[in-house]
């Protein structure tokens, strides 16, 4: 289990190369993408869950996940992705990953939806 708490912080701000090492180490690791409908249509990291954080529905829909799991939260360039880990956070969530950067840093396989 990776550990990432640091001083304090509620999540991690990782890079695309350690994304893709914690998806190789950690195969139970889920990916959060936390763009609209239509961003996670034209093109997502195979695996990924869509849930739009600004969308009113995304707490209520976040409640139904494992708070237990581990968490890659990925949106366009990571601005999103971190107010979504701070909201999990919130919400009882530990082991939360913030790509940086987002999708437009990722240099891994994008899949259309």
Partial sequence: MWKIFQSGQSFQN?????????LRDN????????RTASEFKGGAIPGAVNIDVMQFSFKQKVRALET?????????????????CKIMSKMGFENLYNLSGGMSRWSGEVKRQ
Avoid: E, F, H, N
């Fill in 14 to 22: 990782i890079d695309s190369d350690q994304l893709q090492k914690i």
């Fill in 27 to 34: 195969p139970t690791l889920v990916l959060l993408d936390v």
């Fill in 68 to 84: 237990g799991a581990t968490y890659a939260v990925i949106c366009r360039s990571g601005g999103r992705s971190s107010q979504a």
